[in-house]
């Protein structure tokens, strides 16, 4: 990457940041927070909102994303021009001169993480190139990422994190669509725990779980959603303090928030859909622990009646497309019969120091909750011990603070002790279940560790000698993951495959002209305005407004809408690097955890039905050059 491409991608999630604060802080949070992450995420919320209407009605073309973001600068502009002094950051900053240079260690350790991450010349060669790279390019062009009912949208992903990236590739290109999550997300996120730490009023500890999110191995497969979501999690946190703050009348700073909340809410599940399991399990706990200290207001009434409807209405335009194909039940797939118990289960070791498939172990993982837990105990220890008498305020923070720390520590029980043993592999789920800890933990920690007052300092240096060891414990893999992303050009877990040479030559080879310019002359082969399906390792560089791209990835085969043949037409590339061998799909469906092996098994039944096709005679072949073929499929 050159000078000039490096200077664009750092200013990029500058300007994006401040297109989000102007679209948060004008509509919704004018007064309600002075601080920059809250209303940078909001504004987020809100777009991401307006995006799905766009999708729904095919309207979210590179001009319209153009347009939302242009204006967003506007409306920043115009906030900072009438409140010339409203960033309190700095100012507060300034005012704790014990933290004043300790802010540099984090801000070191981010722009290390950033410059290794910026642009990566290595991707997922079948999750990214085959399904997530699609996704923001076909919005540009068709103006809606839905389409297909042979692909991930609707499954995995809604399409919320492909609007995101769109923002980014618009402008810059697809080298460009790695920045929104691992810089722009990620900053944001660090943003956030240094504003919720000065606000409290610990700012040195703030400093100290912002360094411990950096370092957390975050187990990077793909380019979908982790700090994106982490983000969306963390500030609902956030919003919920500020909910249950004594407030006795609704006025219309509640209403704000509780929009907020549902934003964040309506938010994750658009972004990827098992981070529906953070919001359920959250909304829940904060039921129950409300109503157990029978600390009954208003404000609860609001939140516990409202937010559900609210989230559930700013998702709608997501899981629209979705639904349609729910309520009309065509597929062309039959149920599929298999022995469950194929696959040897077994109780995973929560504190395995064995190293995990994707980076760490995972006892890193679980001591990250014993910690939270460590915490929730010493705060409700100490206090009952020193006959402390809480305040308003000081229950809102202890209930906030338990509810996020039980959350993550239930989420990452319920993945690896009852999901992994019949449904993933221990890796697998241990990497689904780090986003929720990582958005959990370290915040409940930073909002628990707000009770200890001065009189409790000793328990604050036991805090903060804990934190700080258990940093150092990721430090050695922070320090892998950078010295990675140098010698092989990424930070992809899966590192023995991602550093060999193959890997690496196959990245270069698919990021070049030629290889777009294969891609479309296959699609040259297809008469223009008609369908087709494609079945490729880069479908991303297919013209989708020469034709109708019903893409297909393997995760959509299973789909209980999924339709084949879609299309007269179709593209299947059968031989190559990334293309899954028929031997290796077979060995997959014997041995593999039940998702992987549902996956095999219907891929499988997709070949065989092209097959089938061809020994009936349906089939009429345009191109075939051992590579690729090029077909008609016969009514």
């Known amino acids: ?112 993480s950033i410059i290794s991450s910026i642009n990566p010349d290595s991707y997922n060669y079948h999750d990214d190139y085959q399904k997530y790279f699609v996704h923001p390019v076909k919005m540009l062009e068709t103006g809606s990422v839905f389409g297909s009912t042979l692909s991930a949208i609707g499954r995995e992903t809604f399409g919320g994190q492909a609007f995101f990236q769109s923002f980014y590739i618009s402008w810059l290109g697809l080298k460009a669509i790695n920045i929104f999550d691992s810089v722009f997300c990620l900053s944001v996120c660090i943003l956030l725990i ?146 469950v118990g194929v696959h040897q289960s077994y109780f995973p070791s929560l504190f395995s120091i064995d190293s995990l498939f994707y980076g760490g172990s995972q006892l890193h993982y679980t001591m990250l909750t014993f910690i939270g837990i460590f915490l929730i105990i010493l705060s409700i220890y100490s206090f009952k011990k020193q006959n402390f008498d809480f305040q308003k305020v000081t229950k809102v923070s202890l209930l906030i603070g338990t509810t996020s720390v039980i959350s993550g520590v239930i989420i990452y029980l319920f993945l690896i002790l009852l999901l992994n043993p019949i449904y993933h592999a221990i890796s697998t789920s241990t990497r689904y279940s780090i986003p929720f800890l990582v958005a959990t933990i370290p915040l409940g920690i930073l909002i628990l560790y707000s009770l200890f007052t001065f009189d409790l300092r000793y328990l604050r240096f036991i805090v903060c000698t804990v934190i700080i060891t258990f940093s150092l414990t990721f430090f050695p893999q922070y320090v892998k993951r950078i010295t990675q992303s140098y010698e092989c050009g990424s930070q992809l877990s899966f590192v023995s495959f991602a550093c060999s040479e193959n890997y690496i030559n196959y990245n270069k080879d698919t990021f070049n002209d030629e290889k777009k310019l294969m891609t479309q002359k296959w699609q040259e082969n297809i008469p223009k305005k008609v369908p087709v399906m494609a079945w490729i390792n880069t479908p991303f560089f297919l013209n989708y407004k020469r034709n109708e791209i019903i893409e297909i990835d393997i995760a959509g085969l299973d789909n209980p809408w999924a339709i084949f043949p879609s299309a007269e037409y179709m593209i299947l590339e059968r031989k190559g690097f990334a293309t899954r061998s028929l031997k290796d799909l077979q060995h997959t469906a014997k041995t593999a955890p039940l998702y992987d092996r549902k996956v095999a098994i219907r891929t499988i039944q997709h070949i065989k039905k092209i097959r089938d096709l061809y020994n009936a005679g349906k089939i009429r072949f345009i191109k075939d050059d051992g590579e690729v073929l090029i077909f008609k499929i016969l009514k």
Not at 103 to 108: E, K, R
Not at 317 to 326: E, G, I, R
Request: glycine share 6%; hydrophobic share 55%.
């Open 194 to 339: 240094l504003e919720q730490g000065i606000k409290q009023r610990t700012p040195i500890f703030g400093i100290l779980v912002s360094c411990l999110l950096i370092l957390i191995h975050p187990q990077v497969v793909n380019i979908s959603s982790l700090y994106s979501g982490i983000l969306f999690m963390s500030t609902s946190i956030v919003l919920m303090l500020e909910l249950f703050r004594d407030r006795p009348v609704l006025n219309f700073s509640l209403i704000k928030i509780i929009l907020g909340i549902s934003f964040c809410f309506a938010s994750l599940i658009s972004l990827k859909t098992t981070f529906g399991l953070f919001s359920g399990v959250f909304y829940t706990l904060i039921l129950i622990f409300i109503c157990v200290s029978r600390t009954f207001t208003k404000n609860f009434l609001y939140f516990i009646f409202v937010s559900p409807f609210l989230s559930l209405m700013f998702t709608a335009p997501w899981v629209f497309f979705s639904l349609q194909h729910y309520a009309l039940k065509q597929s062309t797939n039959k149920p599929l019969e298999f022995d």
């Open 1 to 112: 990457m050159n000078f000039s491409d490096l200077i664009y991608f750092f200013i990029s999630p500058i300007l994006f940041g401040c297109s989000m604060y102007g679209w948060g802080n004008v509509f919704f949070f004018n007064a309600l927070s002075k601080y920059i992450s809250v209303n940078i995420v909001i504004g987020m919320g809100i777009t991401l909102f307006f995006g799905g209407i766009l999708n729904v009605f095919n309207l979210a073309y590179q001009s319209t994303i153009d347009i939302i973001f242009l204006f967003g600068l506007v409306l920043f502009i115009v906030k900072i021009y009438k409140s010339r002094n409203y960033f309190h950051l700095p100012k507060l900053i300034n005012n704790e001169n014990k933290s004043y240079f300790l802010t540099l260690l984090p801000i070191t350790l981010l722009i290390i």
